[in-house]
């Protein structure tokens, strides 16, 4: 007589036992028609399967964004909403970032609140400069276009020295942007946009503008390290729901990346 099995999840649990009548089931000889059956069917897909795919993840994208864009239209009617748009934004971006497991709920409720954020932020812009909005979207969505083609052709690629660098500019920036806050909350310095109006030139080229290039640049090499990190996604068939992670990093880089060209072209045009 076989001995129990020692871990009783595993004997009360009918998952994991067998009577009589499955024991004999489970031991009888396969037939030729059975057998054919099995190799006739059709293979699973990674979709199938609860895997990511480029088509799902596209499709997660399409969703966020329209999303994002309908927060969007609310943030352009009241303006306002905007200032706590930008709190609420900011807690949901860290919890997702910072989330392992990805969130549908949390990615979309991030998405419209960005989206008023955005909304509001650019009815503000086009207030004090007209025709800025549509300027920027252009500019933006012709950053995007040539990153994502430059990344399929291979002319571009996400590499471990480049990702150092970029990450120890994004800690300069980063800093930069905290000082540069803190002293326009303070009225140390009363300038629309903080040092970035400075009146200094380099090469005759306005401060704020070459720091807005660098920040471009440094948008369009996350998207690269996004377009990437959804490559590596599909091929290791990472769950499906990392989809939705794919989604919210794009979203947060091509807000950073439209906010940012819409600063530059504000300081261009003071």
């Known amino acids: 007589?076989?001995?129990?099995?020692?871990?009783?999840?595993?004997?009360?649990?009918?998952?994991?036992?067998?009577?009589?009548?499955?024991?004999?089931?489970?031991?009888?000889?396969?037939?030729?028609?059975?057998?054919?059956?099995?190799?006739?069917?059709?293979?699973?897909?990674?979709?199938?399967?609860?895997?990511?795919?480029?088509?799902?993840?596209?499709?997660?994208?399409?969703?966020?964004?329209?999303?994002?864009?309908?927060?969007?239209?609310?943030?352009w009617m009241i303006p306002i909403l905007f200032i706590p748009a930008l709190?609420?934004?900011?807690?949901?971006?860290?919890?997702?970032?910072?989330?392992?497991?990805?969130?549908?709920?949390?990615?979309?409720?991030?998405?419209?609140?960005?989206?008023?954020?955005?909304?509001?932020?650019?009815?503000?812009?086009?207030?004090?400069?007209p025709g800025i909005v549509v300027q920027a979207t252009l500019a933006t969505l012709t950053v995007i276009g040539v990153t994502l083609a430059l990344f399929a052709s291979g002319k571009v690629r996400a590499s471990a020295r480049a990702t150092k660098v970029f990450l120890v500019a994004m800690v300069g920036y980063l800093a930069f942007s905290l000082i540069n806050m803190v002293l326009m909350f303070t009225g140390v310095n009363d300038n629309a946009f903080g040092l970035r109006s400075e009146p200094s030139f380099v090469f005759g080229i306005p401060w704020g503008i070459i720091i807005g290039v660098f920040v471009v640049l440094l948008a369009a090499y996350s998207l690269v390290l996004d377009f990437d990190s959804i490559k590596t996604g599909v091929q290791r068939g990472a769950p499906r729901i990392f989809a939705w992670q794919a989604?919210?990093?794009?979203?947060?880089?091509?807000?950073?990346?439209?906010?940012?060209?819409?600063?530059?072209?504000g300081i261009a045009r003071n």
């Open 87 to 129: 709190v609420i934004g900011l807690v949901l971006g860290l919890v997702n970032t910072f989330k392992k497991q990805p969130s549908r709920g949390l990615i979309i409720a991030y998405a419209a609140v960005e989206g008023v954020f955005v909304g509001g932020i650019s009815q503000f812009f086009e207030l004090m400069f």
């Open 1 to 75: 007589m076989a001995a129990a099995n020692s871990n009783p999840a595993f004997n009360n649990s009918a998952a994991f036992t067998l009577n009589a009548a499955k024991a004999s089931q489970l031991n009888r000889p396969v037939t030729e028609g059975e057998l054919s059956e099995m190799y006739g069917r059709p293979s699973a897909t990674p979709d199938s399967a609860g895997r990511m795919t480029y088509e799902d993840t596209i499709v997660k994208i399409v969703i966020s964004f329209a999303i994002l864009l309908g927060g969007a239209v609310v943030g």
């Open 247 to 265: 989604a919210f990093g794009i979203m947060v880089t091509v807000v950073w990346l439209y906010l940012e060209i819409l600063r530059i072209i």
